[in-house]
């Protein structure tokens, strides 16, 4: 009985010496979206736009626009304002409205400026990081009559690191929302 007692331990050494056995790296969920395409939005004021076809558009009487993108569970706010000699004072509030999120925000890189001379469309684009209510604001005028600002939410508790594949995912349909602006 000794003697298989050391021919076991034995053989266990030697067929235990193979390869190092390492523990599987946690896995992270890999999220894709689809190719966005759009379609423009024609709408009773005074500009247009065109958004995802994953998007539904909702307008209220003061031209005031929700996109909603329900997969996501996310939507898109817009605030139009007409412009009556008081364009400093919209563009400092929405300015404003973007920096009470300093509070929860882990930062607010600098804004990314968009500019359209042909359709006079000015902008600009603020990616707020961290557990805040709205990671992107945005900001669009003719300098002149219109100014349009917008604010990204999702119906969820803010948890950055896991909606920043989204965020990213939407930015882009912001930005094209941007670029496709027109003024009536």
């Given at each position: 009985?000794?003697?298989?007692?050391?021919?076991?331990?034995?053989?266990?050494?030697?067929?235990?010496?193979?390869?190092?056995?390492?523990?599987?790296?946690?896995?992270?969920?890999?999220?894709?979206?689809?190719?966005?395409?759009?379609?423009?939005?024609?709408?009773?004021?005074?500009?247009?736009?065109?958004?995802?076809?994953?998007?539904?558009?909702?307008?209220?009487?003061?031209?005031?626009?929700?996109?909603?993108?329900?997969?996501?569970?996310?939507?898109?706010?817009?605030?139009?304002?007409?412009?009556?000699?008081?364009?400093?004072?919209?563009l400092k509030?929405?300015?404003?409205?973007?920096?009470?999120?300093?509070?929860?925000?882990?930062?607010?890189?600098?804004?990314?400026?968009?500019?359209?001379?042909?359709?006079?469309?000015?902008?600009?684009?603020?990616?707020?990081?961290?557990?805040?209510?709205?990671?992107?604001?945005?900001?669009?005028?003719?300098?002149?009559?219109?100014?349009?600002?917008?604010?990204?939410?999702?119906?969820?508790?803010?948890?950055?690191d896991s909606?920043?594949?989204?965020?990213?995912?939407?930015?882009?349909?912001?930005?094209?929302?941007?670029?496709?602006?027109?003024?009536?």
């Open positions: 009985m000794k003697k298989f007692s050391v021919v076991l331990i034995i053989a266990v050494f030697i067929f235990s010496c193979g390869e190092e056995i390492v523990p599987k790296p946690k896995p992270y969920l890999k999220l894709q979206y689809p190719i966005s395409s759009y379609k423009r939005v024609e709408i009773n004021c005074p500009y247009s736009f065109e958004i995802s076809n994953l998007a539904k558009v909702n307008v209220k009487n003061n031209c005031w626009v929700s996109i909603e993108y329900p997969q996501l569970k996310a939507a898109i706010y817009i605030t139009y304002r007409k412009v009556e000699g008081n364009l400093d004072e919209i509030e929405i300015e404003k409205l973007t920096f009470e999120h300093t509070i929860k925000a882990d930062a607010i890189p600098d804004y990314r400026p968009f500019e359209n001379l042909d359709k006079k469309v000015y902008g600009k684009l603020y990616n707020i990081e961290g557990n805040v209510a709205t990671n992107i604001q945005f900001r669009a005028t003719d300098s002149v009559k219109n100014v349009l600002s917008g604010s990204l939410y999702f119906y969820v508790k803010p948890n950055y909606i920043v594949p989204a965020i990213k995912y939407l930015e882009k349909d912001i930005m094209h929302l941007i670029e496709t602006l027109e003024w009536k």
